[in-house]
């Protein structure tokens, strides 16, 4: 199984300011890449994921990812944060054969005004 | 699309007790998981179903949770007899293909 490692557990930033929030994963081998958002009572969300193809992710609510292979890694980012972005959010990697899903231990950003 | 529907979405229980949660996923999705999601952790995989058979169970307590899932469909977890280290949200999910994973909102246990 993939291990997962969210470099930051904390993230306070102020609104309109970029945020990015930084994800390293165990293995080299071909791997689906995720970022997850969990509001506070709620479910997870997914924001993007990488699969194949350009190494630069689009997702919802204006976040964006990039796949490193070389240094393993899969960070978030967005370049102007709103009050409305403050919840928890989860990298997880999955083999490409098995699909089972192993997450980091998550980044909380706290947006203030 | 209905999402994937879990109940209870609170439960408080004393050790020792016993609980079951329930999950619906989304129709059609043959793959069914089971996460544990401890406070200020992220979610571990408890079991992972692929329509009614077990793909991987290997995180699972054995001694103390069992899961079913009958007819391929809807999905139950049950803890028996909980300890306080159970306390955490229990998170449903179904998957149709690689990516395509929905979570529900989640079963939040609290044991006392």
């Known amino acids: 199984a993939q291990s997962v490692t969210q470099l930051d557990s904390q993230v306070p930033v102020f609104e309109e300011a970029p945020v990015e929030l930084r994800c390293n994963y165990s293995?080299?081998?071909?791997?689906?890449l995720f970022w997850y958002v969990q509001y506070p009572n709620q479910g997870l969300q997914l924001l993007l994921k990488?699969?194949?193809?350009?190494?630069l992710v689009k997702g919802i609510n204006g976040f964006e990812a990039e796949f490193n292979k070389s240094q393993t890694s899969f960070h978030l980012r967005k370049p102007s944060v709103h009050i409305s972005d403050t919840a928890e959010y989860f990298c997880a990697v999955s083999d490409r054969d098995d699909y089972k899903l192993s997450f980091g231990a998550g980044t909380t950003v706290t947006v203030r005004a | 699309e209905a999402g994937v529907a879990q109940s209870p979405r609170y439960k408080i229980i004393e050790k020792r007790q016993s609980v079951a949660f329930w999950c619906n996923p989304i129709s059609g999705h043959a793959t069914l998981y089971w996460y544990q999601q401890i406070l200020g952790q992220g979610p571990k995989l408890l079991i992972q179903?692929?329509?009614?058979?077990?793909?991987?169970d290997s995180q699972l307590p054995k001694d103390r949770f069992s899961a079913e899932r009958l007819k391929g469909v809807d999905s139950t977890l049950k803890i028996q007899p909980a300890k306080l280290e159970d306390s955490a949200v229990y998170l449903c999910a179904s998957s149709l293909e690689t990516g395509g994973y929905t979570f529900g909102s989640g079963t939040r246990l609290t044991v006392v």
């Open positions: 990488y699969l194949s193809g350009s190494t």
């Open positions: 293995s080299s081998v071909s791997v689906y």
């Open positions: 179903f692929q329509n009614n058979g077990v793909v991987d």
